[in-house]
């Protein structure tokens, strides 16, 4: 066991758009742990929006903002290689909120045994993790998404978008998906099986919205907020549904956005849900055994941003809170 451990820190404190000057590695001893302890090495750490939000202290996760020195919060997955703990013995595979370093220690809270043999290990922060409990709370347990119905959503090529167009698809509605890039877009209708997919940075998008969608959408997803959610309402048919699940557009500045303007969901009879993960957790377990057959079986597919070693966490960070990530951002420790 190596003594030294790598861990990830602000330099300054967030401004805008993250930049990789923003974080350093610093290193520490590693723990040892203590009486009801175990000590978890780090194989994969999860690089999440809601982290932006909380390094500015506007987070539930946290309302203090984070300063030089500090850790950001994170969820990792990784091996249990020393334990004081009776529930989690050494050897064993676990997800917990360890932060940004190579090795933590944990008291069992919000610790939790994951099967590796069941899905490879890193989907356990991806799409069958926190956002692919998310993406199941949307379309099956809140908009109720039915055969035949059209579902669109944004950011479709992240860990949540991509899992809301395939849960979709596997209870027989149609997914078209919105997304930065013409290479994002042929991922999604190429690989995901998204019947269409729109590049929102391209000139004349909304034109392209409404030719992939003629006949309107049932149910938006929406993970970006602001103008990208008043556009939703172009092709939401009436009596549409929208989850309001995530403000992309704001977390790096929220003094820029604009509030939607009421007149639309109104004019759509729309009915809008707010959704926050934790209040499905206790469908997670139902939820990976559902779905963790189906990644297996290669019937859900997903994809992976990857930087390997810790150094990279900040610039990989930044490429995420750029909306240039493709798929879900992890760091391989
Ligand atoms: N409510 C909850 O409980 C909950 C739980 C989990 C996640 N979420 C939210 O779900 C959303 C998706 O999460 P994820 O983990 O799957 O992330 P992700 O999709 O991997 O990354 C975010 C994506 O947002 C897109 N985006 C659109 N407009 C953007 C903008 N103005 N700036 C930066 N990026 C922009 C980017 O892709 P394109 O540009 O290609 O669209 C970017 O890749 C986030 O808003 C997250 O906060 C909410």
Known sequence: MPETNERVVLSRPLQGIPEPGDFRVETAPVPEPGPGQLLVRHQFISLDPYQRAAMAGRHLSGRTPLGAGDMPP???VGQVVRSRHPDFPEG???????GWQAWALSDGERTHRVDADAAPLSTYLGILGMPGLTAWGSIIELAGVQPGQVVLVSAALGPVGSMVGQLAMWRGATAIGIAGSEAKCAILTGELGFARAVNYRAP??????AAAAPEGVDIYHDNVGGQMLADAFTVLKLHGQVILCGLMERYND?????????ALPILKRAVMKGLVVTDFEDRRDHFVATVAPLVRAGRIRYREDRVEGLAGAGELFSRLMRGENVGKALVVV
């Open 74 to 76: 994170a969820e990792a």
């Open 92 to 98: 064993a595979y676990v997800r917990h909120f360890g």
């Open 204 to 209: 004349g998008w909304l034109g392209a919205l």
């Open 254 to 262: 929220p003094a820029k956005s604009k509030p939607l303007d009421l």
